[in-house]
Every structure is written in structure tokens, then in C-alpha cells.
């Protein structure tokens, strides 16, 4: 699997966008980014995943670099309750290999009042 | 619907006691794995299984064994507790290979 960078914390104001950036230079054609986020001590919990083409959904945007060799989470509008671990992740999609994923350190993010 | 539910959420072991954490999943998923996350650390893979009666071992799967014998139950045992398996245990599960990956609230054990 492809290995991924994240800065290890980054604090962004409550009400703006928060903007993750994750780099995955050795990352294959097959390889999906996922990025899953741990508030707390609680188990993690999916934000949003995509192979080739920008994604959105209710919570994030995803945007991923023309060449893939990185990716940024975009939060719209941060929240105090957004202050979490953020994990990214690039896995190739292999049901024989049960598709695992592998946790990294991650961005703390710290969303501030 | 529950989700997925972990059983004991907390345990104190003495060293060299035996336990098994269960986790239950109500969503008909096909895969469930089993993490540990010690402090300050990123989750670490230790069993998983790609469907009921299957097991594959992880990053670190040394002390611990797994059994899938219903497609909604991942069991994970420890067979003789050692104070470096004081750690969070985290089941997750999931539909399909490359569906939203289901955690449970996780299972805090201390080994003594």
C-alpha cells in the first residue's frame, strides 16, 4: 500500500474552512484515498473516500491532484465538534486482502472559538 | 439499528488470565476486523475476516486468535493476558470491499 504524509497537528478557526492535505506520492492507479477521523477516544468514523474524481458529501469535499500524488480534505465550515484526529488512507480495493486499512498517526486538528 | 456493539466496554485481566471480546454487527456486513489503539498511536490491524467462517491475521496478531462462526459475531480471544495487550480494542466491520467502515465504541482492557 501506498504510504501517506499528513502534518502531525494544525489549528483552524471555528465558522472557516478547514483544508487537510495529505500526500500519497507512490500511490497506484488502483489505490482508493479514504479518510476516516477519531473524535476522542471514540471509534473512527468515515468522512469520505474517492479514486480519481473530486467527491462531496455532507460532511467533507475531497479534492484529488490530477497526477494523485495527494489530496486535501476540505471541512466547509468547522465546528468545535470537528476537533479530531484525521487519518488518510490509500488501499487498493482486493476483497481476497479483506480491503484492509491501515491507520496512521494523522493530523490532529484543533478547531478553535 | 445498534451498529456494531463490542462487548465488555471495559476489563481489568491479571496477567496470564483468558478473555474474548465479542462484537456484534446487525447490518449484515460481510467483513469485520478487529484494531488495537495504544495511547498516542494509530490503530494497528490484529485479525480480520472477509466472511462468516473465514480469519486472516493482521499486522499484529501474535496472543490473540479470532472466530467468525456466525456472519454477525467476530470474537477475539486472548488466551494468556500480558500487561503489552493493555490497550483500546476496536471491532469494525463493513458491506462490501470498498464500502464505509463501520467502528464500534471500542473495549478498554488493563492487563495487570
Known amino acids: 500500500d501506498a504510504k501517506t504524509t499528513q502534518p502531525p497537528s494544525m489549528d483552524c478557526a471555528e465558522g472557516r474552512a478547514a483544508n487537510l492535505p495529505c500526500n500519497h506520492s507512490t500511490i497506484s492507479g488502483n489505490e482508493y484515498v479514504y479518510w476516516y477521523r477519531q473524535i476522542h477516544s471514540q471509534g473512527p468514523q468515515y468522512i469520505i473516500h474517492g479514486l480519481k474524481n473530486n467527491e462531496t458529501n455532507e460532511m467533507a469535499s475531497l479534492i484529488i491532484t490530477e497526477d494523485r500524488k495527494s489530496s486535501t480534505l476540505i471541512l466547509p465550515h468547522a465546528t468545535l465538534r470537528d476537533t479530531a484526529v484525521y487519518y488518510c488512507?490509500?488501499?487498493?480495493?482486493?476483497?481476497?486482502?479483506?480491503?484492509?486499512?491501515?491507520f496512521g498517526g494523522g493530523t490532529r486538528v484543533l478547531v478553535k472559538p | 439499528n445498534a451498529g456494531v456493539t463490542q462487548t465488555p466496554k471495559f476489563r481489568v485481566l491479571k496477567t496470564g488470565q483468558s478473555m474474548t471480546l465479542l462484537c456484534a454487527q446487525d447490518?449484515?456486513?460481510?467483513?469485520m476486523y478487529w484494531y488495537r489503539q495504544d495511547p498516542g498511536m494509530g490503530l494497528r490491524l490484529i485479525h480480520y475476516s472477509v466472511g462468516e467462517g473465514t480469519t486472516a491475521k493482521g499486522e499484529v496478531p501474535d496472543g490473540y486468535n479470532v472466530s467468525r462462526l456466525k456472519k454477525q459475531n467476530f470474537l477475539l480471544g486472548l488466551e494468556s493476558a500480558a500487561p503489552s495487550q493493555t490497550s483500546v480494542y476496536f471491532c469494525?466491520?463493513?458491506?462490501?470491499?470498498?464500502?464505509?467502515?463501520?467502528f464500534g465504541e471500542g473495549s478498554r482492557l488493563t492487563v495487570l
Open positions: 469494525a466491520s463493513r458491506r462490501s470491499s470498498d464500502g464505509e467502515l463501520f
Open positions: 447490518m449484515n456486513h460481510e467483513y
Open positions: 488512507i490509500v488501499r487498493v480495493v482486493y476483497k481476497a486482502a479483506g480491503n484492509k486499512l491501515t
